[in-house]
């Protein structure tokens, strides 16, 4: 169960087509015009290096009012899904999920979501081989849950060409900065955020913090209690307890510290940043 | 225990207050019903009118020795529609299980005004479905099993102990043929007619939410 849910990459979701063919009209009310989402690649270098490294970026432009999720959807919903088809001499990575937000909805279920842009980034990797004056092309497909009231699920192909040379100029923009600067990376400082956990809590402590967002990724045998009211303070700590079993070593999730009007994004892996 | 737990939000909010954030007014919210469903324990006994105005007492069934599946319902859902057209995960299941003492239940929790609300008959009639679909527009029922998701699954062994709470199947993504998903639902019901434990007791349900009134 877990490995549908995290490992959302590629090998495990082959072959999908959309689950959109599943629907006949009869039982739907009404047709939406246009599918709420747009799905399109961008690279943030201008060619492929033979030997070198770019960043491919999955952006789904969602309507306003729609919603899409991140790789733990919470209680409702599916995260996004990428499969690649990668040319010879190219190999894409996993997805690096930019932290995403609380969404609760009525009747109180807890939802982690993208709104505005949906924007996944995956690393790629150009073989030695390449030559350089040709050209590459990378396709893939996306898949989606996008919603509003209602859901509705998408499929897109998506494709981008590259040529391939001896050097490439990448240029860092606004998407990939945006994108980038809500990937969360390991605490540095402990003095700027704390993470302990003990038998049934998880505490961060991020002094001088105006606000603390938690982002759990899921497990099978642990389950955070009362993830709406406590995964999110308004404070310098936030504590929330959990019920089952911790997976030692495990990355919990990300946090979300507000900081001088601005956000810093921490992996929650209790034992590598010596809580605990 | 997962889908369950927001159910005893309460209790946990004391031990935030106790380390000292910022005392909330306990946010005893959407969850505050006195009785939830919980895995292992006597599920909670409920009355609904079906879409027909027929009154359906869960502990009528099980006292006359049935075994009760619950689903949670919405036929605007795509992943209801998945297992009701695309394939018939729901009425193949149902009807596998009929003659062995075995109720399908169905539930709509959705608000009026709510995706799928009031749309019960009509799907009953596209879909040939057999079982009677309750109505919990006031959600009640749902919160107190802690529906989230269409569907939702819920099993009830004879006893009235609830025995199975989680997904219909193993496939979130429809990405694998029909007879390969696991049908976690079956699986369990196999379990409970062969007198064996259920093996997966609890698994994540997937779907779209349940549409609560606020």
Same mark, same amino acid.
């Not at chain 1, 849910?5 to 039982?27: D, E, R």
């Not at chain 1, 990937?183 to 956990?197: F, K, M, N, P």
């Not at chain 2, 225990?1 to 946010?27: E, T, W, Y």
């Not at chain 2, 149902?94 to 929790?109: E, F, L, P, R, T």
């Given at each position: 169960?877990?490995?549908?849910?995290?490992?959302?990459?590629?090998?495990?979701?082959?072959?999908?087509?959309?689950?959109?063919?599943?629907?006949?009209?009869?039982?739907?009310?009404?047709?939406?015009?246009?599918?709420?989402?747009?799905?399109?690649? !961008?690279?943030?270098?201008?060619?492929? !290096?033979?030997g070198?490294?770019?960043?491919?970026?999955?952006?789904?432009?969602?309507?306003?009012?729609?919603?899409?999720?991140?790789?733990?959807? $919470?209680?409702? $919903?599916?995260?996004?899904?990428? !499969?690649?088809?990668?040319?010879?001499?190219?190999?894409?990575?996993?997805?690096?999920?930019?932290?995403?937000?609380?969404?609760?909805?009525a009747g109180g279920?807890?939802?982690?979501?993208?709104?505005?842009?949906?924007?996944?980034?995956?690393?790629?990797?150009?073989?030695?081989?390449?030559?350089?004056?040709?050209?590459?092309?990378?396709?893939?497909?996306?898949?989606?849950?996008?919603?509003?009231?209602?859901?509705? %699920?998408?499929?897109?192909?998506?494709?981008?060409?590259?040529?391939?040379?001896?050097?490439?100029?990448?240029?860092?923009?606004?998407?990939?900065?945006?994108?980038?600067?809500r990937?969360?990376?390991?605490?540095?400082?402990?003095?700027?955020?704390?993470?302990?956990?003990d038998?049934?809590?998880?505490?961060?402590?991020?002094?001088?913090?105006?606000?603390?967002?938690?982002?759990?990724?899921?497990?099978?045998?642990?389950?955070?209690?009362?993830?709406?009211?406590?995964?999110?303070?308004?404070?310098?700590?936030?504590?929330?307890?959990?019920?089952?079993?911790? %997976?030692?070593?495990?990355v919990?999730?990300?946090?979300?510290?507000?900081?001088?009007?601005?956000?810093?994004?921490?992996?929650?892996?209790?034992?590598?940043?010596?809580g605990? | 225990?997962?889908?369950?737990?927001?159910?005893?939000?309460?209790?946990?909010?004391? =031990?935030?207050?106790?380390? $000292?954030?910022?005392?909330?007014?306990?946010?005893?919210?959407?969850?505050?019903?006195?009785?939830? =469903?919980?895995?292992?324990?006597?599920a909670?006994?409920?009355?609904?009118?079906?879409?027909?105005?027929?009154?359906?007492?869960?502990?009528?069934?099980?006292?006359?020795?049935?075994?009760?599946?619950?689903?949670?319902?919405?036929?605007?859902?795509?992943?209801?529609?998945?297992?009701?057209?695309?394939?018939?995960?729901?009425?193949?299941?149902?009807?596998?299980?009929?003659?062995?003492?075995?109720?399908?239940?169905?539930?709509?929790?959705?608000a009026?005004?709510?995706?799928?609300?009031?749309?019960?008959?009509?799907?009953?009639?596209?879909?040939?479905?057999?079982?009677?679909?309750?109505?919990?527009?006031?959600?009640?029922?749902?919160?107190?099993? $802690?529906?989230?998701?269409?569907?939702?699954?819920?099993?009830?062994?004879?006893?009235?102990?609830? !025995?199975?709470?989680?997904?219909?199947?193993?496939?979130?993504?429809?990405?694998?043929?029909?007879?390969?998903?696991i049908?976690?639902?079956?699986?369990?019901?196999?379990?409970?007619?062969?007198?064996? %434990?259920?093996?997966?007791?609890?698994?994540?349900?997937?779907?779209?939410?349940?549409?609560? =009134?606020?």
């Open positions: 169960m877990l490995g549908q849910f995290v490992a959302v990459a590629c090998a495990v979701c082959l072959s999908t087509t959309s689950p959109a063919s599943a629907q006949k009209p009869g039982l739907k009310g009404k047709k939406a015009s246009g599918h709420p989402i747009s799905a399109r690649l !961008v690279s943030d270098a201008d060619a492929l !290096v033979p070198g490294e770019a960043t491919l970026a999955l952006v789904l432009d969602i309507r306003s009012g729609w919603y899409t999720y991140w790789r733990n959807p $919470g209680e409702t $919903g599916l995260p996004v899904n990428a !499969v690649f088809d990668a040319p010879e001499g190219v190999e894409i990575g996993q997805p690096m999920w930019p932290a995403p937000k609380r969404k609760v909805l279920i807890l939802d982690y979501v993208y709104t505005g842009q949906a924007v996944l980034l995956f690393p790629v990797r150009a073989s030695g081989s390449l030559q350089a004056g040709a050209e590459v092309t990378i396709r893939g497909s996306a898949d989606w849950l996008v919603c509003e009231e209602s859901c509705i %699920p998408g499929s897109q192909e998506v494709s981008i060409t590259l040529p391939v040379r001896a050097s490439a100029s990448t240029a860092s923009s606004e998407l990939f900065q945006r994108t980038r600067a990937l969360a990376t390991r605490v540095g400082d402990e003095s700027r955020v704390g993470i302990s956990v038998d049934s809590a998880l505490e961060i402590a991020a002094p001088g913090a105006t606000g603390i967002r938690f982002y759990p990724f899921y497990f099978d045998e642990l389950s955070f209690v009362d993830p709406i009211a406590d995964g999110e303070s308004d404070g310098e700590q936030l504590r929330i307890g959990f019920e089952g079993e911790f %997976p030692s070593g495990a919990l999730g990300e946090i979300e510290v507000i900081r001088g009007g601005k956000s810093e994004f921490y992996v929650v892996a209790p034992d590598a940043s010596g605990g | 225990m997962r889908n369950l737990s927001k159910l005893v939000a309460g209790a946990v909010s004391a =031990a935030a207050i106790a380390f $000292g954030a910022a005392i909330v007014s306990a946010p005893v919210s959407a969850g505050g019903h006195e009785e939830h =469903a919980e895995v292992g324990q006597k909670p006994d409920f009355t609904l009118v079906d879409v027909n105005g027929k009154e359906h007492t869960l502990s009528d069934y099980t006292n006359d020795g049935k075994i009760v599946v619950l689903e949670w319902f919405n036929s605007g859902c795509p992943f209801v529609v998945r297992h009701y057209d695309k394939y018939t995960t729901m009425a193949d299941t149902s009807a596998k299980y009929a003659g062995k003492d075995v109720q399908w239940i169905a539930i709509n929790s959705g009026p005004g709510k995706q799928g609300h009031g749309k019960d008959k009509e799907a009953i009639e596209a879909w040939n479905i057999e079982y009677p679909i309750l109505i919990d527009e006031s959600g009640k029922v749902g919160h107190m099993y $802690g529906a989230k998701t269409t569907p939702h699954m819920y099993i009830i062994h004879k006893d009235g102990t609830l !025995v199975y709470a989680g997904g219909i199947d193993n496939d979130p993504r429809d990405s694998m043929p029909y007879e390969s998903k049908n976690y639902v079956a699986k369990a019901l196999d379990e409970i007619i062969a007198g064996t %434990p259920v093996s997966e007791a609890e698994t994540r349900p997937y779907g779209c939410s349940v549409k609560y =009134a606020k």
